[in-house]
């Protein structure tokens, strides 16, 4: 089941896929009974007796459909209540790097960095560097605390495509170079000194319009195995990644079972699995030299059964708006 969210004559309504070019608007279904459930995350709580219903109502004369030129496309999942990124989770990646543990890396996403599938990709120009970013995202169907590895699957809502959108020159600005301190094994009243590079992720990964996803929710019995997903970027028609999930350094059930561990899983939230970059021979273009600011898109990311994410690229020429106290700019100055 192909599931959207999408706006359609004024509303914002929750879809399934009906053919090609139409959706079926599931407003009338998602809002009968004794409890409405009108947004998609209130329907994945709702789970599989929903799907059920659905699915009835699809096979139905009644079902109202929508022609797809028409709508306007949100991200399936509008305001998840979190979205987890996996860092460097491609096997492509390993020799790259110069020292990494031997368990997955993770960072957020806010939700305010989603857009929809067609919408444009504004980018400021005082981002300076960003480039894409085609990752398999799963979509959490039920609440989740300490999963065995086997246990992570079921767990599992759907599948869709996020474009974790990266602004390297964000991640250079943000760097820290500093020494960090710690209490001594030997004596916890004693501090030692650690030197240390961070660089913190908020402002590059999780600025507005970051977070192309979609354009489906596609349910988890529509994809059978999530290790075995070919995936496919372009941008302006030239392919950046040629990739599959098969790829990745651990698997859909290896990281949610590890990141359960650690935050509570919640239906509706996002776990994005690491990014798809491989080239295949011949092919001499490379995501990380895709700079949205200077190369032209439109953006595109397909996936094995999740259909195409599509956004064309919008460059705003902006410098940074004064944000300093005037204040506090005469005491820097002084």
């Given at each position: ?47 599989p ?41 491609n ?83 943000d760097m ?8 001594s ?34 349910t ?25 999930t ?65 956004n ?14 005037r204040?506090?700019?005469k005491?820097?100055?002084?």
């Amino acid at each position: 089941m192909h599931l959207a969210s999408f706006a359609y004559q004024g509303r914002d309504r929750v879809g399934v896929r009906a053919d090609d070019d139409h959706l079926v608007d599931l407003s009338s279904v998602l809002t009968s009974g004794e409890v409405g459930v009108g947004t998609m995350v209130s329907l994945i709580e709702a789970g599989p007796p929903m799907l059920a219903k659905i699915a009835e109502y699809v096979a139905g004369e009644a079902a109202d459909r929508i022609p797809m030129a028409e709508i306007t496309w949100h991200p399936p999942v509008r305001r998840p209540g979190k979205i987890i990124g996996v860092a460097m989770n491609n096997s492509a990646s390993d020799a790259r790097k110069i020292s990494a543990p031997d368990h997955p890396l993770f960072f957020t996403k806010p939700h305010t960095c989603l857009v929809g599938h067609q919408q444009p990709l504004e980018l400021r120009s005082y981002y300076r560097g960003v480039h894409p970013e085609p990752e398999l995202a799963v979509v959490i169907g039920k609440h989740a605390r300490d999963l065995r590895p086997e246990q992570a699957l079921d767990h599992v809502f759907g599948y869709t495509i996020l474009n974790d959108m990266t602004g390297n020159d964000m991640r250079s600005e943000d760097m820290v170079h500093y020494h960090a301190l710690y209490a001594s094994k030997e004596d916890p009243t004693v501090l030692e000194r650690r030197e240390q590079h961070l660089s913190y992720a908020a402002r590059y990964k999780g600025t507005d319009g970051f977070g192309p996803l979609g354009p489906w929710l596609v349910t988890s019995d529509a994809v059978p195995d999530p290790s075995a997903l070919d995936v496919v970027c372009t941008v302006g028609g030239h392919v950046i990644a040629r990739d599959s999930t098969r790829y990745l350094t651990y698997s859909v059930p290896e990281i949610l079972s590890f990141l359960s561990h650690f935050q509570t899983l919640l239906p509706g939230d996002i776990v994005s699995m690491g990014t798809a970059f491989r080239q295949q021979p011949g092919e001499t273009r490379s995501l990380h030299s895709a700079n949205l600011q200077v190369v032209d898109g439109p953006v595109e990311v397909s996936i094995t059964g999740l259909g195409t994410l599509q956004n064309p690229v919008h460059r705003i020429t902006m410098e940074l708006p004064e944000w300093r106290l005037r204040t506090r700019m005469k005491t820097a100055k002084a």
